[in-house]
């Protein structure tokens, strides 16, 4: 049946940043329901950002576009256009390589849901705002390409 069943799909707030960059997604909790639904060709991801909890570090992809549902609650997209408030039914897309680094915050004190489209990362991830780079090999790095 391709009716998916979130309550069985694992929640994780796992994150592959270094301990320093870290601390603002540790409210995002998110569902891979991209495997859950035998895709492969893109990711999906249910995410639930409790109050206060960032989506990311602000970010763009030089390879992979991304798109963004909300479902509820409220989020401030935060990108190089300066602060857009999303609420249930606004959408945001993220062109790759345009440069323009996004962030949802949760600002708020009431949980934001959304659902985001995108690719698994194969390409390299540009963090504007701290020393990290993220590399098409997976690893993150220092803008000077010293490791963590």
């Known amino acids: 049946m391709p009716k998916l ?3 069985t799909i694992p929640q994780s707030n796992r994150t592959g940043y270094p301990a320093e960059y870290a ?3 540790a409210g ?3 569902r891979r329901l991209g495997p859950a639904g035998g895709l492969t060709q893109f990711g999906v991801s249910h995410v639930t950002l409790k109050p206060g909890a960032w989506s990311a570090q602000r970010h763009w992809h ?3 576009d991304e798109f963004v549902v909300m479902l509820a609650g409220e989020a401030v ?3 190089d256009s300066g602060e857009t408030v999303l609420r249930p039914g606004d959408c945001a897309a993220f062109p790759m390589d345009d440069g323009n680094g996004h962030v949802l915050q949760n600002r708020g004190d ?3 849901v959304f659902i985001a489209v995108g690719r698994p990362p194969t390409s390299d ?3 504007p705002d701290i020393d990290m780079h993220l590399g098409a090999d997976g690893r993150y790095r220092r803008k000077d390409g010293s490791e963590f």
């Open 110 to 112: 009431t949980d934001c």
């Open 23 to 25: 601390d603002k997604v």
């Open 77 to 79: 997209l935060v990108d």
């Open 5 to 7: 069943n979130l309550d």
């Open 28 to 30: 995002r909790w998110y």
């Open 62 to 64: 030089a390879g992979e």
């Open 125 to 127: 991830c540009h963090y």
